[in-house]
T-cell receptor
Framework: DGGITQSPKYLFRKEGQNVTLSCEQN?????MYWYRQDPGQGLRLIYY???????QKGDIAEGYSVSREKKESFPLTVTSAQKNPTAFYLC??????????????FGNGTRLTVT | GDSVTQMEGPVTLSEEAFLTINCTYT??????LFWYVQYPGEGLQLLLK?????DKGSNKGFEATYRKETTSFHLEKGSVQVSDSAVYFC???FGPGGSYIPTFGRGTSLIVHP
């Protein structure tokens, strides 16, 4: 079955360490997204990518970095510059950017805890 | 800019009660509208969508009608079940020429008691 795989489901890191969250999709979707979810704040867009080797900052990109070297992969690195990294991170994809009725397909998330 | 406003939760209901979760939007133009559902510890799943005015999206007993005149897309279900307990997100997006990046509401938590 096609879908989005995020790994690991739970991740623990010490403050000051960079950490990379994995996101892989086998849906052949062009566009991929990273969101951060905090209690009571809904979803906030970190980065998005429309095509391979191209990505754009979202609303809260500071302290994060991404790469899009392959269509199916869009890893997110949470750097030590991110002041409050503990959160639930969601990766998503859509069949095409600009598709009016294209819904997002989400992975099951990675819960990152930094102490 | 574009925005989506949802009623604040939690919404607490007894099983078999009628559900309404309000959603209104602000946008220049005519976006597509979506409802997503998130069960505990999981990602979001598309529940239903509507792409033009007066369209009704429906799935699993849930319905929502795209109302251009009131810029609303309220989610309804006639008889909720305990298994419907989740967080519901309203969202909008545009097609080519507009911002295709979806705009989400803050989510509304639904708790259904037996």
């Amino acid at each position: 079955d096609g879908g989005i795989t995020q790994s690991p489901k739970y991740l623990f890191r010490k403050e000051g360490q960079n950490v990379t969250l994995s996101c892989e999709q086998n849906l052949n979707h062009d566009a991929m997204y990273w969101y951060r979810q905090d209690p009571g704040q809904g979803l906030r867009l970190i980065y998005y990518s429309q095509i391979v080797n191209d990505f754009q900052k979202g609303d809260i990109a500071e302290g994060y970095s991404v790469s899009r070297e392959k269509k199916e992969s869009f890893p997110l690195t949470v750097t030590s510059a991110q002041k409050n990294p503990t959160a639930f991170y969601l990766c998503a994809s859509s069949i095409e950017p600009g598709g009016t009725s294209s819904p997002l397909h989400f992975g099951n998330g990675t819960r990152l805890t930094v102490t | 800019g574009d925005s989506v406003t949802q009623m604040e939760g939690p919404v607490t209901l007894s099983e078999e009660a009628f559900l309404t979760i309000n959603c209104t939007y602000t946008a220049t133009g005519y976006p597509s509208l979506f409802w997503y559902v998130q069960y505990p510890g999981e990602g979001l799943q598309l529940l239903l969508k509507a792409t033009k005015a007066d369209d009704k999206g429906s799935n699993k007993g849930f319905e929502a009608t795209y109302r251009k005149e009131t810029t609303s897309f309220h989610l309804e279900k006639g008889s909720v079940q305990v298994s419907d307990s989740a967080v519901y997100f309203c969202a909008l997006s545009f097609g080519p020429g507009g911002s295709y990046i979806p705009t989400f509401g803050r989510g509304t938590s639904l708790i259904v008691h037996p």
